[in-house]
Nanobody, 123 residues
């Protein structure tokens, strides 16, 4: 199972970015998919999760109302639309896959991880 995240970059405060994560080597629709992020000196933290069919989502309080997670099972891809970005959103963003299809915010339940894509929000 391979996960390839992309879409990071440099954006000003208030701007938007959309991250993508393409999954290969497995049946994508069997997996719950999540985004996590990690800033220098901090632990990896949960951002958002989506269920296998996309019917259920969950978000960290810090991003509710600004970020939207979605998936396209025909393209084996999960997305993270990020609006109204703030400097504190600066981090490496990772996508993760859970073969049990959970929507839990704990990193430990995710078996597969992408390498991450860097998002930098300038003030």
């Amino acid at each position: 199972v391979q996960l390839q995240a992309s879409g990071g970059g440099l954006v000003q405060t208030g701007g938007s970015l959309t991250l993508s994560c393409v999954v290969s080597g497995t049946t994508f629709s069997d997996y719950g998919m999540a985004w996590f992020r990690q800033s220098p000196g901090k632990e990896r933290e949960f951002v958002a999760v989506i269920s296998r069919r996309g019917s259920a989502t969950n978000y960290a309080e810090a991003v509710k109302g600004r970020f939207t997670i979605s998936r396209d099972n025909t393209k084996n891809t999960v997305f993270l639309q990020m609006n109204n970005l703030k400097p504190e959103d600066t981090a490496v963003y990772y996508c993760a896959a859970d073969p049990r299809g959970s929507v839990l915010p704990r990193p430990s339940v995710y078996d597969y991880w992408g390498k991450g894509t860097l998002v930098t929000v300038s003030s």
